[in-house]
T-cell receptor, first 114, second 111 residues
Framework: TAGITQAPTSQILAAGRSMTLRCTQDMRHNAMYWYRQDLGLGLRLIHY???????GKGEVPDGYSVSRANTDDFPLTLASAVPSQTSVYFC?????????????FGNGTRLTVT | AQSVAQPEDQVNVAEGNPLTVKCTYSVSGNPYLFWYVQYPNRGLQFLLKYITGDNLVKGSYGFEAEFNKSQTSFHLKKPSALVSDSALYFC?????????FGAGTTVTVRA
């Protein structure tokens, strides 16, 4: 069972360049999320999607955009990367929008912006 | 807005001893609380949750957590820690569609 697949595993990106982090789930979950993990700050929500066709902003959305064209895919795009976007990015999903549903996480993408 | 605090950056215990990882929360409504564990270079794995009912919640790998409404706490516990429990632990609270995490506590269990 794959669960959530993130690609690439890691990437070094020059400042000013654009990049799309890919996320695919095979669990048919309605809700999907993007978090970034930084030392001492835990995980912070960037964007989320309650269902295909809808997206919403999290705590730290600036500099990022998402789309949700279908249930399975939730790509995260950095239009013009900056060094402060160096982080580990995690995609997650949950099987409903109810508050008692746990999130399932991918293994992350480690991004370094130089 | 909801939030959680994990007051300890690190917890060190000897194998076989009890393990406690502390968490306090703040929510405007009913709390929906979760614990996750993260091993190196991996995503977070769900351990347990509190929604309603018994204050003592049992989860995966022998972990349990005690919900205390008066102290707004949700501490993670394990009666006898293993070296393999060494990892990063996150407490989280969910409100609406958003799950908010604490900063994490690194647990080291020495043999």
């Amino acid at each position: 069972t794959a669960g959530i697949t993130q690609a690439p595993t890691s990437q070094i990106l020059a400042a000013g360049r654009s990049m799309t982090l890919r996320c695919t789930q095979d669990m048919r979950h309605n809700a999907m999320y993007w978090y970034r993990q930084d030392l001492g700050l835990g995980l912070r929500l960037i964007h989320y999607s309650n269902t295909a066709g809808t997206t919403g902003k999290g705590e730290v959305p600036d500099g990022y955009s998402v789309s949700r064209a279908n249930t399975d895919d939730f790509p995260l795009t950095l239009a013009s990367a900056v060094p402060s976007q160096t982080s580990v990015y995690f995609c997650a999903s949950s099987d409903s929008n109810t508050q008692n549903s746990p999130l399932h996480f991918g293994n992350g993408t480690r991004l370094t912006v130089t | 807005a909801q939030s959680v605090a994990q007051p300890e950056d690190q917890v060190n215990v000897a194998e076989g001893n009890p393990l406690t990882v502390k968490c306090t929360y703040s929510v405007s409504g009913n709390p929906y609380l979760f614990w996750y564990v993260q091993y190196p270079n991996r995503g977070l794995q769900f351990l347990l949750k509190y929604i309603t009912g018994d204050n003592l919640v049992k989860g995966s790998y022998g972990f349990e957590a005690e919900f205390n409404k008066s102290q707004t706490s949700f501490h993670l516990k394990k009666p006898s820690a293993l070296v393999s429990d060494s990892a990063l632990y996150f407490c989280a609270v969910r409100e609406d569609y958003k799950l908010s995490f604490g900063a994490g506590t690194t647990v080291t269990v020495r043999a």
